[in-house]
Nanobody, 123 residues
Framework: QVQLVESGGGLVQPGGSLRLSCTGS????????MGWYRQAPGKQREFVAT???????NYADSVKGRFTISREGTKNTVYLQMNSLKLEDTAVYYC?????????????????WGRGTQVTVSS
């Protein structure tokens, strides 16, 4: 069983910063890519950013230049540094990973999600 556990959410004023973390645990071969998605009240979950094991990154246009995704491979951890936060960044942020597992005699790729961490931007 693979678990992704997020931390670092909270309440911050507009223009402030937060750093989210997500660590994967369990029995698996790789977590690649890892990324972040978010869901605001009344809206669908949307892509925020992803990062591969090689360090290639991809960002949603709405967060480019403000958010930075990074990872520590040895710790199976991905981070999301969020700067210049706006009211519209308020959402539950979910960690996501494509996980390579080995069971039943073969490799399997499965998609896993964390439970989410609340980020609230408010004055």
């Amino acid at each position: 069983q693979v678990q992704l556990v997020e931390s670092g959410g909270g309440l911050v004023q507009p223009g402030g910063s937060l750093r989210l973390s997500c660590t994967g645990s369990g029995s698996f071969k790789t977590l690649n890519p890892m990324g972040w998605y978010r869901q605001a009240p009344g809206k669908q979950r949307e892509f925020v950013a992803t990062i591969t094991s090689g360090g290639s990154t991809n960002y949603a246009d709405s967060v480019k230049g403000r958010f930075t995704i990074s990872r520590e491979g040895t710790k199976n951890t991905v981070y999301l540094q969020m700067n210049s936060l706006k009211l519209e960044d308020t959402a539950v942020y979910y960690c996501n990973a494509d996980v390579l597992e080995y069971y039943s005699g073969s490799n399997h790729y499965n998609d896993y999600w964390g439970r989410g961490t609340q980020v609230t931007v408010s004055s």
